[in-house]
Structure formats: structure tokens, C-alpha cells
């Protein structure tokens, strides 16, 4: 029956139901309108300090690196300098280009620091205090977006954070709750606890007062040197010797030598779409493309969203994905990452000949050799009155990081390290089973899922997309993404929208609370899935995107929607998608 579907739906019929398709939409508010710029970040105040450059005339890179500082500020769960992440960029003209300024491993690094003498892993090693720490790539990201494709002096797109830390920014309701869940892993640093928790122990309350006077110091510093104000002097020698006194192996060579990398960002054709997205070092690109490529070959707009069959497909594409994800994919400076294979659309066409479309696939069969058996980051999308558009995926990579502040500085670090394979075979801290071409190594950056992604057609930019959420980055991502063209969801539906995620090992189909119906479990459990809803992470990563000429293919098809349309995910609570 699925097969025959196939065969008898025209394009056209599709294109019809991608565009009118009224059926299983999520209820969502309409997405935010304006006509000469975008921004959608974690955090209203950044979103806010993001606008006022592009009206005074920067473009959308002098807002991404405004923006990148004032979430250090703002959002201190993820917005970082003690990070790192990715910046896929698209001009106006069509030239496109991704900035690597993810974490490196430090110089000391081996293999097999995170194992005890008989080879089993250290609980926490490569998330909690100084050894998981890489070397972060933040400000050095942000000083290279801004030298090469930015207008605008590095003094003034600093300043908005540098007020924020010195003179402190009003915790709102969802701030405030941040904090207070945090508080245990913030409080077992003194000089973490010392600025992230309350000195009379009570939790934080919209209206609270967060000043950060050693983060505005160093900000000012990085402000008037530029990144040897964070790489040399002061803020690096508080940090290793920080990192020295407690267990770290962080030393000043590995800040002198950290350098950004800008690469090449993958790319591909999905149904008349051009998907921009991140390359290796992030899985994200690939990974996507991959599991559209296999998608493209199944009528999603005539099986629905949510639908059993929908799910069927978007499960099995994403367990094969997954495995070339956790088995091949690794730092394209260490790893010889086979790209142009994973992008093939012959590729994806052999993956379609092993599924089944009666029944669920088992994740074990397709073990690769090598490999026995709360959380944050935060994505933001800006677009400017030109139309260069620019997608920001950076992070500590768990909540607050490694949960370390070296005293004096006022940065929080990251536990980056942790995305590394700690041991072949043994899941991370998003469960990920990975393998040798992730292994660790010094100078070598973890194989991360961050997938910043910008989406064009005929030439001109349509989409502007991505989100935190560890390895449901990708598939959250991509869910939004097929969202909008396959199921003809406004951008704030698409966002909005219950999620489900496989990831190839555990072999569990995960789901957001209310994602499917109770009968489509029923049909999937009979197709062999084992669905469920995790108690772990109820809330899944939080996507912000941008859809340019209306709010929805349909609104769009019709001609009269407005020229940018942002959308902040519904669960952000502190969130804001602004324009002007
Ligand atoms: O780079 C990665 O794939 C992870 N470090 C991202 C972590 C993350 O998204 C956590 N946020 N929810």
C-alpha cells in the first residue's frame, strides 16, 4: 500500500498538499512580522541589543557578534566566551561560508584521560570541573565574523554586554528558573556560586538583579585588545591557573594557538531546496542532509505529519544516519570524513532499499565494527534589511557548562570534552555510542551536532534555522525544516511542533509529550518500535528561525506575507523573535 502510494502521487499533487495541506497543524501564535531585519535569540535583551545594530545600520554578522556577547551576558546557561560554536553565513550576493570556532582539545589531551587503570570511564571526568574543559574558540569566532564580513567597530558591538555585566540586566520569570534548576551544579565552585547563586541561599525571583562586575572586566579587556584581551594576559593565565590548581590541564600554549577555522559549509538539494549547513567538525550538515536525502524519496506531504508511516520513514533515515554519524564522522583535520558519500543521493536510495515499509528496523544489525554494544546550548538566527542572513548554534555544551568560573574572570567554562568518545562503545551524556574517528586526541575538536543552517531557493534566502538540544540538534532541526515544506507549516508551527528523535542506539523512538497519538504508538508498536515519551529530558531543544516572504509556503504562494518572519520557539521561556 505505502509502495503504491508512492508510485500514483504526481509532483504536482504533492507540491498541492505541501502548499494547502490544512491537516494536523500546531496550534501556535502567529510568527513575528517586519520588513528590514530578524532576530530570534534564547533571550528577549539580546534579541533586543541584535535589532538596534541592524537599525543603525550593521549588518546581519555585526548583530550575530552583538548578539554572541550579549548572551554571555543574558544567558548565562549557554551564551558563552568560555565556549564555542559555529556561524553559517549567507550573503546577500549568494556567497556562503561557516566559521569553526568550536572548542580544540587541549595540548595535554590523550585518549584515555577520562578512563581509570582498567579501562572503564571516570563518572564526571569529561563533564564536571576544570578536565572537561576545551579550549574555547567564542571570541575568537566572533573577532574573525566581524574583521571578515562584519561593518562595524568591535567596541561597539560590545558595549550593549559590557552595560549588561557591569550594570546588571532584571531576571525575568524563565532567567530566574534557569538559574534556580542550576543551582546545585553552580554551587560547588565557589567562584561560580559567588555570581550565579544568591549569597542569602534563596533561589531567584523575576525582578532579581544579576551584575557580573569580573565578566564586565573581561569583556572590557577583549573589548579594547581584541582576542589577545582573552587568549594572552590576564584572563588566560586566571584561567589555567585556575585549571591548574584544580585537576585541568589547560595551558597557555593551547590558548596562544587556538585558531578559527573557516571552512566550506555542506550542502545539498532537498526537494528544490538548497540546504547551507554545518560541516565537520559538526555531524549536523551531513547528518541532515542525509536523512532528507532518504526523506526525498517518500510523499510526506500526502502521509502527513505525525502519521505512522511519517514516522516509519523519519525513523529508519534517521537510525542509518545516526550510525554513519556516531561510526565515520570526526575533525576533518584528523579524520578523512567521507562527505561526499554520505551527501549522494545514490547513497540515500541504497539506505531506501533497506527499509522496510511494513516494519521497524533493528539497530543492532547495522552495528558498524568497532563499536561494542539537562543540557545546553543555544541557537540564533538574525537576517538583515540586504538579506545576508546568519545562523548561530554556540554553546558550554551541558547547562552552565563544566560549572567553573576562575576567580577573577567571570567565565563560565565549557565541558565540551564530554562530546568526544570517551571510550568506544559507552554513551555520552546525550547518549551518543560512538567510535575511533571521534576518539580523543590533543588539538582535535569533538564531533558535535550543532547544525546552524540556512535554507535558499531560486537564488534567494527562505530559511533561517537551528537549535540547542545536544544530538536532537539534527533532528529537531530537520523536523522543522520538513515542517514547513513538506507539511506547509507557518514558521512558528514548525517550531512549535512535538518532536520525535531516534538516534540509532538507544533503539527507542523518543517523543515530546503529545507528539503522537495514542493510536499511532499502536500502529508503530505493531511495526516493532518501541515509542516513548523521556522522563529525562521532557523539554527538547529550543529552535529560533526565520522564513523569508511570508509566514508559510501557502502564505507565501499566495504573495502577500510579509518579508521576514521570525519565530522563537514556544519553550523559551525567555526567548524573542524582534524585526523592524
Ligand atoms: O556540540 C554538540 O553537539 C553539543 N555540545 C551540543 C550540546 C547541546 O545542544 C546542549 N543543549 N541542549
Redesign the pocket.
Known amino acids: 500500500m505505502r509502495q503504491l502510494h508512492q508510485r500514483v502521487i504526481s509532483s504536482v499533487t504533492l507540491v498541492t498538499f505541501a502548499l494547502f495541506s490544512v491537516t494536523a497543524r500546531a496550534a501556535a501564535p502567529p510568527p513575528v512580522e517586519a520588513e528590514h531585519g530578524m532576530v530570534v535569540t534564547a533571550q528577549h535583551l539580546a534579541t533586543d541589543v541584535g535589532v538596534e545594530v541592524l537599525k543603525n545600520g550593521g549588518n546581519a554578522v555585526d548583530a550575530a557578534v552583538a548578539v554572541g556577547y550579549a548572551l554571555a551576558v543574558v544567558y548565562p546557561t549557554?551564551g558563552n566566551i568560555g565556549g564555542g560554536g559555529f556561524m553559517t553565513i549567507r550573503l546577500r550576493d549568494g556567497k556562503t561560508t561557516f566559521l569553526d570556532f568550536r572548542e580544540r582539545a587541549p595540548l595535554a589531551a590523550t585518549k584515555g584521560m577520562y578512563l581509570d587503570d582498567k579501562g572503564n570511564i571516570v563518572k564526571g571526568a569529561s563533564t564536571d570541573g576544570y578536565l572537561a574543559v576545551g579550549v574555547p574558540g567564542s571570541v575568537m569566532g566572533f573577532e574573525t565574523a566581524r574583521e571578515k564580513y562584519g561593518t562595524k567597530s568591535r567596541q561597539d558591538l560590545m558595549a550593549p554586554a559590557i552595560r549588561y555585566a557591569k550594570e546588571g540586566f532584571t531576571l525575568n520569570q524563565a532567567d530566574a528558573a534557569e538559574l534556580n534548576e542550576g543551582k546545585k551544579w553552580l554551587s560547588r565552585d565557589p567562584a561560580t556560586a559567588a555570581i550565579f547563586t544568591k549569597s542569602d541561599g534563596k533561589p531567584f525571583a523575576a525582578g532579581d538583579t544579576l551584575t557580573q562586575p569580573d565578566l564586565a572586566s573581561a569583556l572590557s579587556g577583549i573589548s579594547d585588545q581584541g582576542p589577545d584581551g582573552f587568549y594572552k594576559g590576564p584572563v588566560a593565565n586566571a584561567i589555567v591557573k585556575a585549571s591548574q590548581d584544580k585537576g585541568g590541564i589547560l595551558a597557555n600554549q593551547d590558548f596562544e594557538q587556538y585558531k578559527v577555522r573557516e571552512l566550506e559549509p555542506v550542502k545539498c538539494d532537498y526537494r528544490g531546496y538548497q540546504i547551507i549547513s554545518s560541516p565537520p567538525p559538526s555531524s549536523g550538515g551531513i547528518i541532515i542532509c542525509e536523512i532528507l536525502n532518504v526523506l526525498e524519496g517518500y510523499p510526506l506531504s500526502y502521509t502527513g505529519y505525525a502519521s505512522a508511516d511519517t514516522v516509519h520513514y523519519m525513523v529508519e533515515a534517521m537510525r542509518y544516519a545516526y550510525v554513519d554519524r556516531n561510526s565515520a564522522l570526526g575533525d576533518p583535520d584528523f579524520v578523512d570524513n567521507p562527505v561526499g558519500k554520505l551527501l549522494d543521493k545514490a547513497y540515500a536510495q541504497k539506505i531506501r532499499d533497506g527499509i522496510s515499509p511494513y516494519k521497524a528496523g533493528v539497530s543492532k544489525d547495522l552495528m558498524p565494527k568497532g563499536l561494542g554494544e539537562s543540557?545546553?546550548?543555544t541557537h540564533y538566527s538574525i537576517i538583515d534589511n540586504d538579506g545576508n542572513a546568519v545562523a548561530v548554534t554556540y554553546?558550554l555544551?551541558?547547562s552552565f557548562g563544566a560549572g567553573v568560573v576562575a576567580p577573577g574572570t567571570g567565565i563560565l567554562l565549557n565541558n565540551?570534552m564530554d562530546?568526544f568518545t570517551s571510550k568506544p562503545g559507552v554513551p555520552n551524556l546525550y547518549g551518543l555510542v560512538q567510535g575511533e574517528a571521534n576518539a580523543i586526541q590533543p588539538k582535535k575538536t569533538p564531533l558535535?551536532?550543532?547544525s546552524p543552517t540556512i535554507i535558499a531557493k531560486d537564488g534567494k534566502p527562505f530559511m533561517v534555522i537551528g537549535s540547542?538540544?545536544?544530538?536532537r540538534?539534527i533532528t529537531i532541526t530537520l523536523e522543522a525544516i520538513i515542517n514547513v515544506i513538506d507539511f506547509g507549516m507557518n514558521i512558528q508551527e514548525a517550531i512549535d511542533a512535538p518532536r520525535i528523535h531516534h538516534q540509532w542506539l538507544p533503539d527507542k523512538v523518543y517523543m515530546e509529550p503529545h507528539a503522537l497519538s495514542p493510536d499511532t504508538v499502536k500502529l508503530l508498536t505493531g511495526m516493532g518500535y518501541t515509542v516513548q515519551v523521556d522522563n529525562d529530558w521532557p523539554i527538547w531543544?529550543q529552535s529560533a528561525g526565520i522564513l523569508v516572504g511570508g509566514k508559510s509556503l501557502g502564505d507565501i504562494a499566495k504573495g502577500g506575507g510579509a518579508r521576514y518572519n521570525g519565530a522563537m520557539d514556544s519553550r523559551a521561556g525567555s526567548g524573542l523573535a524582534a524585526g523592524y
Open positions: 549557554a543540557h545546553e546550548t554553546t555544551n551541558g565540551e562530546d558535535s551536532s550543532m540547542p538540544g545536544g544530538s540538534i531543544g
